[in-house]
Every structure is written in C-alpha cells, then in structure tokens.
C-alpha cells in the first residue's frame, strides 16, 4: 500500500491545507499518517500547557480518522520549530519509521516561523531518511519520498504576496470532510466550540480552499508545488495518482 505522510507544524494545519487531497489519496487505497511537529502548546487557551498538548493531539486523531488515516506528534512545542541537527533527527526517524513514498508539508514561505521551519525538516528529512551515514534507530531508507508544498496560509507569504500553486487538486467532491475534519479542532473555535465559533471557523477553511478553487475554475481546490530540486524525485505521483482531479495553469477556466 503507497503512503502519504503531511508534515506539518501544528495539530490543525493539515485540515487547513491539504486534508481534501489526503482525503483522494485515502480513497485512492494510501495509507495516511499526519505527523504534527508542535502539539500545539501554546495556543492561547486558558488551560496548562501539558492540557492544551493533550487536547490538541486527541483533535488531531480525530480529524486524521475522519480522513481515514491516523495521527503522530513528533515531540516539538508550539512556537519552538527550529531546522537544527536535534529536531532534524526527530523528523528523519519519524519519515524512516512510517517510509513514505510522498510527503506533503508547508510552504517555504508562510506566515509563520512554525511552518516555514517545519517545511525546511520535512525538505532536508526527505532528503537524508536515505543517507546511511545520517543515523538515527530506523535503517536509511532505499529511495527518498517524492515531496510537496501546500499553499501557505492565505495563499501569501510575510510580504503579503501570493503564493501561487503549479497545479491544483480539485476537492469540491470530498470538501464536506475536510470540514467534518476541521470541526474535530474545538479548542481553535474562538475558546469555545459553539455552533456559531465552529461555522466560523469552517467558513475561514472554506474562503481559503474557494479562493484556490476560484484560480483553477471548480468550487474548492488544494494548490501545491513540487520539489524539484537535484536529487529528489522528479516524477510528478502526485499529479499521477489523482490525475482525475487536477487543474493546470491555462487550462479552460483558469486564471
Ligand atoms: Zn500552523
């Protein structure tokens, strides 16, 4: 069975960016590990750091299992995601242990340290899970993960311009779970989780994933950027497996 590892900085990002394609992949037979860098600690939520960890990470179980795949923290805090040797090793073994055949992870350029770290790991980790001479518990892994950049935040980078996909992944037909996804985040609603703090927040997911959608011409879109760099995979399995759902720049419709 293929495998998808989404790594990303805190326990709600991945609902955010890209749980529609994960949620293609899933249905196209792939396994589906979320691994969240942060628990998400030091959300500004009156509880102790260690509660708002252990609620968190039970959110992100369950918005991985709607999507039908599971949930890993990597040990890392909130606000705490540095690209150094320590927290490199962390990410390598967690990519060596679960050896995926695709990573999908943040945009080098986004609105937060968090993420932008987080996508520097995921890069070099994809990269080193096959150098044998980079140890840690797992054997080096024979080939390197195919890797993939999400949209940033709001689709803009600090300068506030946008980020703009190669292609996208239409996911209108399973956008109604990466809501159902999303709403298993409670602790993010605004403090607390009425129905008017949850539909806001889904309506927030709703504005990014349309305002892609609006760049490829279908209802709600996931946009992404391959790595291409020397020495990482060069076939486009992303764009292969799920090739009934995605749309190019300057095809009928696009901007
Ligand atoms: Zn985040």
């Known amino acids: 069975m293929p495998k998808v590892l ?28 979320c691994l969240t860098l942060s628990g998400g600690d030091r ?8 509660e708002i960890r252990r609620v968190r990470l039970r959110e992100a179980q369950n918005g991985a299992a709607v999507l039908g795949g599971k949930a890993h923290w990597a040990g890392l805090d909130d606000i705490g995601i540095f690209y150094c040797r320590e927290q490199l090793e962390i990410v390598v073994e967690a990519v060596r242990r679960f050896s995926p055949d ?12 968090d993420h932008e770290e ?54 209108t037909p399973v956008f109604a779970l990466r809501q159902k996804a999303l709403a298993c985040h409670e602790s993010q609603c605004g403090g607390k989780p009425t129905p ?10 709703e504005r990014r994933a349309r305002r892609q ?25 992303l764009g292969a497996v799920l090739s009934g759902f995605v749309k190019r720049p300057g095809e009928a419709g696009n901007l």
């Open 102 to 113: 695709l990573i999908l992870t943040h945009s080098p350029d986004c609105y937060t340290l």
């Open 118 to 171: 987080t996508s520097r790991l995921a890069r070099m980790a994809a990269f080193a899970c096959k150098n044998y001479h980079f140890e840690t518990r797992s054997p080096a892994m024979k080939h390197g993960p195919h890797l993939y950049y999400t949209d940033a935040s709001e689709g803009k980078d600090k300068y506030g311009h946008p980020v703009r996909a190669d292609f996208w992944i239409d996911v």
């Open 43 to 50: 959300a500004n939520l009156p509880w102790t750091r260690e």
């Open 6 to 33: 989404a790594a990303f900085a805190h326990p709600d990002d991945m609902e955010l960016l890209c749980a529609g394609t994960l949620r293609l992949l899933v249905e196209a037979g792939w396994e589906m590990c």
């Open 213 to 237: 959608g609006e760049y490829c011409g279908v209802d709600y879109a996931e946009g992404f950027r391959q790595n291409l760099a020397h020495n990482y995979p060069q076939d486009d399995i």
């Open 196 to 205: 008017e703090n949850i539909r806001m927040f889904q309506e927030m997911n």
